[in-house]
T-cell receptor, first 113, second 111 residues
Framework: NAGVTQTPKFQVLKTGQSMTLQCAQD?????MSWYRQDPGMGLRLIHY???????DQGEVPNGYNVSRSTTEDFPLRLLSAAPSQTSVYFC????????????FGSGTQLSVL | TQLLEQSPQFLSIQEGENLTVYCNSS?????LQWYRQEPGEGPVLLVT?????EVKKLKRLTFQFGDARKDSSLHITAAQPGDTGLYLC???????????FGKGTSLLVTP
């Protein structure tokens, strides 16, 4: 079982560049979410989705876009990267909509120069 | 965002020692989760506590949920190097859709 798969594992961008972080799960989970993890700040929720076609903002959504066209995929888009977006990004999913265990991917290390 | 305060932030101990880490909040939670994260990996769920006063054991790890469901503790008995990692507590927001994390306790167990 693949679980939650994130690509790429590492990425370096220049300020102003755009990119998409990919996330896919093969567990038929309804709920998916994106977190960023920074030293001393813990895990902070960026965006989440409770099903295909439905997304909402988390604690730190500025500078990021998401869409959920299928149950399996939940890409995170950076339209114009900034050094403040240097972080480790984690995608997570769970079977039901609320109060469930999250399954995490192994993360994407992003550096914006 | 409901604030989860974890302490201590860092802990370095020798193999065989016991330790306790804490997760505190001013909010009441319907449940609270504990995750462990190893370097280069995503967090993995250890346990969920639901009932006030509940105690759950996972081998050498003992988790307790406070009577008022505002705080929780994790006690490790006879720590081993394999226990090294970042321990995170987490609780869902009132909407139930957003899982909020504490900043974590980074544990290092040396042989």
């Amino acid at each position: 079982n693949a679980g939650v798969t994130q690509t790429p594992k590492f990425q370096v961008l220049k300020t102003g560049q755009s990119m998409t972080l990919q996330c896919a799960q093969d567990m038929n989970h309804e709920y998916m979410s994106w977190y960023r993890q920074d030293p001393g700040m813990g895990l902070r929720l960026i965006h989440y989705s409770v099903g295909a076609g439905i997304t909402d903002q988390g604690e730190v959504p500025n500078g990021y876009n998401v869409s959920r066209s299928t149950t399996e995929d939940f890409p995170l888009r950076l339209l114009s990267a900034a050094p403040s977006q240097t972080s480790v990004y984690f995608c997570a999913s769970s079977y039901s909509l609320t109060n469930e265990k999250l399954f995490f991917g192994s993360g994407t290390q992003l550096s914006v120069l | 965002t409901q604030l989860l305060e974890q302490s201590p932030q860092f802990l370095s101990i020798q193999e065989g020692e016991n330790l306790t880490v804490y997760c505190n909040s001013s909010s009441v939670f319907s449940s609270l989760q504990w995750y462990r994260q190893e370097p280069g990996e995503g967090p993995v769920l250890l346990v969920t506590v639901v009932t006030g006063g509940e105690v759950k054991k996972l081998k050498r790890l003992t988790f307790q949920f406070g009577d008022a469901r505002k705080d929780s503790s994790l006690h490790i008995t006879a720590a081993q190097p394999g226990d090294t990692g970042l321990y995170l507590c987490a609780a869902y927001s009132n909407s139930g859709y957003a899982l909020n994390f504490g900043k974590g306790t980074s544990l290092l167990v040396t042989p």
